[in-house]
């Protein structure tokens, strides 16, 4: 699910911090009064306002409600469809320039 | 004289509360305080049985609150300590009988007379948990370290901060030091990094508090009982003492001693607690 936060190649969480994790992320939404509803919508605008500026996987984007270091956050994944940036500097990179001018070459992945 | 009013409350019900309130009480009352306990949950009374006062009453919280009669003539005087005394609950009542006003009141003369009024609230948010922190100088919690009691334990100190009172503390009750070890129970640090409030106690599992209520008499008289100490250093704590919260810690297995000697294993919980919070 991705919203309990044990590291990969860590073991398996004992019940007691499965429960403390559980418990935390429980704790947020009881706090904030905020339901899996309303996250839903915050995701759904969340996906409009970025959505503007980079292509992003909606499917595979996170939003969850975390307590960590004392304060409660909303925590968001959102995983940019792949594609690489490459940039050709023209002229080299050598010369000093106040001007930027070169071409931004992206190529989509072929997976 | 400055006397303190302090509820002792769970949201929860089944983690302690009663248990908590007879042992808090006889223990203050042993240090030679004067104490009143309130049983504020009408309806469903205990806190006479766990104090072995059950064949005394007369006259309850509800007859005083309405004058059929006297404050005094209702307090039950406790068996062995002359200090302490019990204001019990109606038992054929239910909790709207008593209003947030009258309450009030009842705290207020009770604090006439004594040194410490500790109130026994009734499980849930509803009147009688409003009726029981209304006089309220402090607040204790009791939870027990299982998600769904650290879960009311979290909304009480939310409904507690909204009636304008103090930051509870907490009593951690029930905890098995074997299955925190084994990893299959939440630590104490668990709890408090969840809830961020401060500890007052920490109370292990202990089949002598069932003993000890069997027999109508608080564990903290009984000098053996891990749980009966633990209650005895929490009342220490509220009259200021300083005592160190090693109750998890007070009787280490031989292979933990061994380990500990060698400097393996987890570290003694109030260690844990110390670098958590600083």
């Known amino acids: 699910m991705g919203v309990f936060e044990f590291r990969v190649g860590r073991k398996k969480p004992t019940p007691g911090e499965l429960a403390k994790e559980r418990l935390k992320v429980v704790l947020v939404h009881d706090r904030l009064k905020l339901n899996p509803e309303l996250l839903e919508v915050i995701k759904k605008e969340l996906v409009s306002v970025v959505s503007r500026r980079l292509d992003i996987d909606e499917d595979q984007m996170q939003v969850s409600l975390a307590h960590e270091g004392g304060t409660d956050n909303l925590r968001t994944s959102i995983p940019i469809k792949r594609q690489k940036?490459?940039?050709?500097?023209?002229?080299?990179?050598?010369?000093?320039?106040?001007?930027?001018?070169?071409?931004?070459?992206?190529?989509?992945?072929?997976e | 004289m400055d006397s303190r009013v302090i509820t002792i409350t769970s949201g929860k019900g089944g983690v302690g509360k009663t248990?908590?309130?007879?042992?808090?009480?006889?223990?203050?009352?042993?240090?030679?305080?004067?104490v009143a306990l309130v049983d504020g949950d009408i309806g469903l009374r205990n806190l006479d049985a766990v104090l072995g006062l059950e064949n005394r009453i007369v006259y309850d919280l509800v007859?005083?609150?309405?004058?059929?009669?006297?404050?005094?003539?209702?307090?039950?005087?406790d068996k062995r300590l002359p200090e302490l005394y019990l204001l019990p609950a109606a038992q054929t009542r239910d909790k709207n009988a008593v209003n947030s006003i009258q309450m009030e009141q009842l705290c207020q003369q009770l604090r006439q007379e004594f040194d410490f009024v500790i109130i026994d609230s009734p499980a849930g948010i509803e009147q009688g948990f409003r009726n029981a922190i209304v006089g309220a100088d402090e607040i204790i919690i009791v939870a027990n370290p299982e998600m769904a009691s650290v879960r009311d334990a979290d909304r009480i100190i939310g409904l507690v901060e909204a009636a304008g009172k103090p930051e509870p503390r907490l009593i951690l009750n029930r905890l098995r030091a074997e299955m925190i070890r084994r990893g299959d129970m939440m630590d104490v640090a668990d709890v408090l990094e969840v809830l961020g409030i401060d500890l007052l106690g920490i109370i292990p599992e202990d089949e002598a508090i069932i003993v000890a209520t069997n027999k109508g008499e608080p564990a903290v008289y009984e000098k053996r009982s891990r749980a009966g100490r633990a209650f005895l250093n929490a009342a220490m704590r509220i009259i200021g003492q300083e005592v160190p919260l090693d109750e998890l810690d007070e009787s280490p297995t031989l292979l933990e001693r061994l380990r500990r000697l060698v400097g393996f294993g987890p570290a003694p919980v109030e260690k844990r607690i110390r670098s958590q919070s600083s």
Do not use: Y
Not at chain 2, 26 to 34: D, I, P, R, V
């Open chain 1, 85 to 110: 940036v490459k940039f050709e500097w023209d002229p080299p990179s050598h010369t000093p320039s106040t001007e930027l001018r070169g071409k931004i070459h992206i190529e989509e992945n072929d």
């Open chain 2, 63 to 77: 007859d005083v609150v309405e004058g059929q009669c006297r404050l005094r003539q209702a307090l039950i005087k």
């Open chain 2, 19 to 34: 248990t908590t309130t007879a042992n808090l009480g006889t223990a203050l009352a042993m240090e030679g305080k004067k």
